[in-house]
């Protein structure tokens, strides 16, 4: 591997699900680059683009104005070929050709997963920025995007509150997250939620029948379920809140997914400063000859996660947040 006096060239890329502060992650890489005088390569449509040779050179400039851009200029892609060996040869023999040394990949676990094999397959070194809405990397206390879609989720809820008061609805609304249930969580507190449906604790139907229950007891004339799409509770947020209607038919019951909309818009300013200082972090990194490892934070200080740690650890919920949720909840 090369060391912090060799390295001269490194590729940056956007793979998996797309999520805010990845633009803002892709500029702090090229900056950072730029400042220590280092050549800096944008890969387009992630492994797929390091497979088919769609690959640019970028400088400062290239990345002005896109801090406060959602998704993602480079593009995002899943590459079924990069998981076959002649896939990750063709992507290998492309960056041999350029002389890129090292390779940040900004995003999940899968994402991970492809760098870290790349890494073990042709001592390519490389370092991982934690790029999804789920929060659900071991390692890091945020990843890009998921503040952005909280605010995105409670700014929502909001709004479908004003709609709940004035019909006397209650309104299930289904938030993303994979099988973690942070965004539920957090965002339940944050919008008032009356109950929230997480993986992680598993309610029941009948328990969330009698809270239910008690709230319309308790004088709540609306209430706000937030569901977590990973929760178990019923096969679906439809099925779930079909139940609920044939066993509470003083409540009128709508449902609302939010979906993809969680995933774009401007970033918030934690996921603009977040992403900036994992960018620069990413590449002194590389400079230092680490490899295979993921930046993330911590008390507010960067730290270093292996790959492999990031990807097959567990993101724990804070029970704290559980139990304010179960006191508020009254």
């Known amino acids: ?50 497979i088919e ?9 290239a990345v002005n104005n896109i801090i406060n851009k959602g998704g993602t200029i480079l593009k995002s892609a899943r590459s079924k070929e990069f998981r076959t060996k002649e896939g990750r040869e063709k992507a290998y023999a492309n960056f041999q050709k350029r002389g890129i040394e090292g390779l940040v990949v900004i995003g999940g676990d ?22 999804t809405i789920d929060n659900d ?44 249930g942070h965004i539920a969580l ?36 609306s209430s706000i379920v937030m569901v977590a799409e990973g929760d178990k509770i019923g096969k679906n947020v439809f099925e779930l809140a079909e139940y609920i209607e044939g066993n509470l038919p003083d409540y009128e019951v709508r449902v609302s997914v939010l979906g993809h909309m969680q995933r774009g818009g401007a970033p918030t300013c934690f996921d603009r400063v ?4 994992m960018g620069l972090k990413a590449v002194e990194a590389l400079r230092d000859g680490i490899s295979g490892n993921m930046v993330g934070i911590a008390d ?6 292996p790959l492999k740690k990031a990807i097959k650890g567990e993101s724990k919920i804070d029970m704290e947040l559980v139990r304010v949720s179960e006191i508020m909840r009254l």
Request: glycine share 12%; proline share 4%; net charge positive.
């Open 186 to 221: 957090n965002s339940g507190i944050g919008a008032g939620a009356e109950e929230i449906l997480i993986p992680e604790e598993d309610m029941g139907l009948e328990r969330l029948l009698d809270s239910l229950k008690r709230s319309k007891k308790s004088g709540k004339l």
């Open 1 to 50: 591997m090369p060391n912090s006096s060799q390295i001269s060239k490194i590729a940056v890329l956007t793979s998996g699900g797309d999520a805010p502060g990845m633009n803002a992650a892709i500029r702090a890489v090229v900056r950072s680059c730029a400042f220590y005088k280092i050549s800096c390569f944008g890969v387009k449509r992630g492994y797929q683009g390091l």
């Open 110 to 131: 899968g994402s991970f997963t492809g760098g870290l094999i790349f890494q073990q397959e042709f001592n390519v070194p490389v370092i991982g920025i934690p790029g």
């Open 53 to 61: 040779d769609d690959i640019i050179s970028l400088g400062p400039r």
């Open 274 to 277: 977040l992403a900036s200082r």
């Open 137 to 180: 990397i071991y390692g890091t206390s945020h990843t890009l995007g998921y503040d952005t879609a909280l605010n995105t989720v409670v700014e929502a809820v909001d709004k479908i509150r004003d709609t709940a008061i004035s019909h006397n609805r209650l309104f299930f609304v289904e938030v993303m997250g994979r099988d973690a």
């Open 300 to 305: 507010g200080k960067m730290t270093f996660t």
